[in-house]
């Protein structure tokens, strides 16, 4: 293909927790086209959140299509593909390549008993150091401890163990190829040699060739399927490249490549992430630390509960507004963030603690749960709303404290993800950081970030130089002082409201699991 015809097209694919988005760039940065496929957890039990496998890829395939169809671009006009896909998810694969399970993600929690035994064991410092993964339920070694103990025949049956991503590579050219972003975030792999780390793999009984082969995010598949090329309307000779974790995806698409330049995502979920040029592990096993390239690692601290809980929002306490706003042809969460600025900072005295999936940094704590302090009468839906959009800022605010004593200071925050859509969530996250808040040009952080290792497949010059250049910023949110002062206040409280109740969650936990088994 002559990359230098037609309309150079570079697709960014972005397998999400809740949809796909696959988004059409032109060579300057400028978005031509985009297609988003939603999808639901498939949640069989409590605390289960599972994906289909086939309804993922069925979802890359769709929103690549009308990505491409309503960009309108023919097969010829898209030079490369870019995937992206979310961390920590388990999928037992048989020989044949048919999924034995769903696709068990980050979101899942039935591993906790099995993470605890592991902390018990004394493992937990020594795994960290090893993987840069904290030892929890959400990583692979406790997952996969506990399919091998819950369900020994599905496990002795895996002819491997994928991820999501070598999932969707295996379907879409025939190789179980997994990028080093996406594996170190397994728990499974060494972060100072990239390899599978046979201490961990002897503990989880799982032998290597069992796991995908490791490569680099720029690795550009070796082929296309020429039937999934043609229903995503692309030719099969475009190169696609194998691409990284969605965070580490989203930290590119922001321009947060150099030292100190810290992403402010809130997507799905939430996170602080900074570049680093050496593993960075927290003495206190805070934070998180994954590979992305040779002499590039991404640090980070992350919480389970971002824009699930405005998602959650949406469908359990405003079903008739997201009715009404679909026959209007507009967006819910806008009719949703005008009503959090109609209510004053603090939303009346309540207080909100988002943990509706558990919770990771700094606690990690697979048992929290979602608490509404302070509720009385005169409290509305709005004041819900409102105090929902602090907690997650709360919660952020913890992980940038963690993050900047591994780190360092951080410089720059520069904001990416959904949240970046509202400017009521942005002033806000200003105002409880106390720091100003950078918005870069697109608001397409992970899918960007895929469609840049693209480009740098096709046209070189490296994938920060990329990133610098298709990510100026556009916005600044600027903290005003009294409001920061006012949610330092607001904020010991929420704190306190957590140590509070947190013995509490253990105990609900175990009364939920009786009530189940």
Not at 303 to 313: D, L
Not at 476 to 484: T, W
């Amino acid at each position: 293909m002559n990359v230098r015809e037609a309309k150079r097209a570079f697709v960014g694919v972005d397998v999400g927790t809740t949809s796909c988005r696959a988004v059409a760039f032109g060579e300057d940065g400028r978005v031509l086209g985009r297609s988003q496929v939603e999808y639901p957890f498939v949640q069989e039990r409590p605390g289960w959140a599972e994906h289909d496998p086939e309804m993922l890829f069925q979802a890359v395939v769709s929103s690549v299509a009308g990505c491409v169809a309503g960009s309108g671009l023919g097969p010829s006009d898209v030079a490369a593909v870019g995937l992206g896909t979310y961390w920590h998810s388990l999928i037992a694969v048989d020989a044949a390549g048919r999924p034995l399970t769903r696709c068990i993600t980050w979101a899942d929690v039935r591993a906790s008993k099995e993470a605890e035994r592991l902390r018990v064991a004394g493992l937990a410092r020594e795994f960290y150091e090893r993987t840069g993964c904290p030892v929890h339920q959400m990583y692979l070694p406790a997952k996969l401890l506990w399919l091998k103990e819950r369900m020994p025949e599905v496990f002795r049956a895996a002819s491997r163990f994928a991820c999501i991503k070598d999932y969707l590579v295996h379907r879409l050219c025939g190789e179980y190829w997994v990028d080093v972003s996406v594996a170190t975030a397994s728990g499974l792999l060494n972060l100072q040699t990239y390899d599978w780390d046979e201490r961990v793999l002897d503990t989880v009984g799982v032998e290597p060739e069992r796991l995908g082969e490791v490569v680099r995010v720029q690795t550009v598949l070796p082929r296309l399927e020429p039937a999934v090329a043609a229903a995503m309307g692309i030719d099969p000779s475009t190169p696609m490249v194998v691409g990284g974790g969605d965070g580490a995806l989203s930290s590119l698409g922001s321009g947060a490549v150099d030292p100190g330049v810290m992403a402010a995502m809130i997507g799905t979920s939430g996170a602080m992430r900074v570049i680093v040029p050496a593993p960075a592990v927290d003495p206190q096993s805070r934070t998180w630390c994954y590979g992305f390239d040779d002499g590039a690692w991404v640090a980070g601290g992350a919480i389970n509960n971002g824009g699930i809980v405005y998602r959650w929002f949406r469908d359990q306490l405003a079903p008739e507004e997201r009715r009404q706003a679909a026959e209007r042809g507009v967006d819910v969460y806008e009719i949703i963030n005008e009503w959090v600025e109609s209510v004053p900072l603090g939303a009346g005295g309540l207080v909100f603690l988002p943990y509706l999936t558990g919770e990771r940094c700094p606690y990690w704590n697979a048992n929290a749960r979602g608490v509404l302090f302070g509720l009385s009468l005169d409290h509305t839906r709005r004041h819900i709303a409102r105090a929902a959009m602090e907690g997650i800022c709360f919660r952020m605010a913890q992980v940038l404290r963690a993050m900047e004593d591994v780190t360092g200071p951080a410089r720059e925050i520069r904001a990416t993800g959904g949240f970046t859509r509202s400017k009521a969530w942005l002033q806000m996250l200003a105002d409880v950081l106390g720091r100003e808040v950078v918005v870069p040009a697109s608001h397409e952080g992970s899918a960007l970030g895929a469609a840049i290792l693209a480009m740098d497949s096709v046209l070189g010059g490296g994938y920060a130089a990329l990133s610098r250049r298709l990510s100026p910023v556009t916005a600044r949110y600027v903290p005003g002082e009294e409001n920061n002062r006012r949610y330092k206040d607001l904020m010991e409280i929420y704190i306190h409201v957590y140590r509070n109740v947190s013995a509490q969650f253990d105990e609900l936990a175990e009364f939920r699991r009786r009530a189940v088994d």
